[in-house]
C-alpha cells in the first residue's frame, strides 16, 4: 500500500494546483505547501464531512502527481489514516470483523482490499473538494482566506473532533491485536 506515485486527474488535479504552493499553481495564495500535504488532511476532512467523490478522467486537464518520494515521507500517516477510515466507515452496516479486515488484514490482497481502496480514495477525494470550497472558491483575497481558515479549524475543533469517540477505536484495535 502507498508504494507508488498517485495520479490526479480532472478537477481534483487542478484543485491541488490552487491549493498547495509545491504543484506551480498560478494562485497568488496557498493553503499548503506541498500536495502530500493535502494528502494528509483529505481523506480525514472527506470523512468527517461524510463527502465523496469519484475520480474525473478529463484527459483535458494536466495531470497532478504526488511522486514515490514523498508519498514515503508520509507513507506511516497515510496507512494509519487509512486503518482509521477503515475501522470507522459504516459502523452501523459492516460488522466489526469485516472493519478490522479492511483495516489490518487485506493489505496484501489487492483484491479483497479494493473496496476499501474505493472508500478511502473516495474520501480523499471528497476531502479535496472540501477544502478547495472552503479556501479557493469562497475567500476573496488574504483576510478572507486567514478568516476562512481560522473559521474552519475553530468549526472542527467545536463539532467534528467532538463527535469522534476515541475510546471505541481504542477498543477496535484492542480487538484486532494491535
Not at 514523498?70 to 459504516?90: E, G, P, S
Request: with cysteine; glycine share 6%.
Amino acid at each position: 500500500m502507498f508504494d507508488k506515485q498517485i495520479i490526479f486527474t480532472g478537477k481534483h488535479a487542478n484543485y491541488l494546483r490552487k491549493l498547495a504552493k509545491g504543484s506551480s499553481s498560478d494562485s497568488a495564495e496557498w493553503v499548503f505547501q506541498y500536495n502530500y500535504e493535502v494528502l494528509l488532511i483529505a481523506p480525514l476532512i472527506g470523512f468527517l464531512y461524510n463527502r465523496t467523490a469519484e475520480a474525473e478522467k478529463n484527459t483535458d486537464v494536466k495531470e497532478n502527481n504526488i511522486f514515490l518520494e514523498a508519498i514515503n515521507r508520509i507513507r506511516k500517516d497515510l496507512l494509519f489514516t487509512y486503518r482509521l477510515i477503515m475501522i470507522l466507515h459504516k459502523q452501523k452496516e459492516l460488522s466489526v470483523d469485516e472493519r478490522l479486515n479492511r483495516a489490518f488484514r487485506y493489505d496484501r490482497d489487492d483484491e479483497k482490499r479494493k473496496s476499501g481502496d474505493e472508500v478511502f480514495w473516495g474520501y480523499v477525494l471528497g476531502g479535496i473538494e472540501v477544502l478547495y470550497e472552503k479556501f479557493v472558491e469562497e475567500p476573496h483575497g488574504s483576510d478572507e482566506l486567514v478568516q476562512n481558515i481560522y473559521e474552519f479549524i475553530e468549526t472542527f475543533q467545536m463539532t467534528k473532533v467532538n463527535d469522534f469517540d476515541q475510546d471505541a477505536v481504542i477498543k477496535l484495535c484492542q480487538q484486532a491485536g494491535i
